[in-house]
Nanobody, 121 residues
Framework: QVQLVESGGGLVQPGGSLRLSCAAS????????MQWYRQAPGKERELVAD????????NYADSVKGRSTISRDNYKNTVYLQMNCLKPEDTAVYYC??????????????WGKGTLVTVSS
């Protein structure tokens, strides 16, 4: 079955960095766009970044542009989000999403369970 497992979250001071990872399994990872979302307390989930199949088409939310880098390794079936110059407002649960994945059960979006990032001094 399709699984997405995020890791790399934690407590970091303002100005620090973190690298999030999302390990995928159960589908042809290299065929799909991958996305990172986040949800801060009391707020709606928002798209942070996405990356095309070959890693050449990349988009960022304005809130993280210039401070974050999304990348993928199609051999390791893993997508990454490097976040630098972290701010308290980056505090959120970060989710990995694989949209529109085809399986024998049909086409659906898959989500990981998330990893918590807390930016605080």
């Amino acid at each position: 079955q399709v699984q997405l497992v995020e890791s790399g979250g934690g407590l970091v001071q303002p100005g620090g960095s973190l690298r999030l990872s999302c390990a995928a399994s159960g589908f042809r990872f290299e065929l799909y766009v991958m996305q990172w979302y986040r949800q801060a307390p009391g707020k709606e989930r928002e798209l942070v970044a996405d990356i095309g199949r070959f890693g050449t088409t990349i988009n960022y939310a304005d809130s993280v542009k210039g401070r974050s880098t999304i990348s993928r390794d199609n051999y390791k079936n893993t997508v990454y989000l490097q976040m630098n110059c972290l701010k308290p407002e980056d505090t959120a649960v970060y989710y990995c999403k694989a949209p529109g994945v085809w399986t024998t059960g049909g086409v659906k979006d898959y989500w990981g369970k998330g990893t918590l990032v807390t930016v605080s001094s």
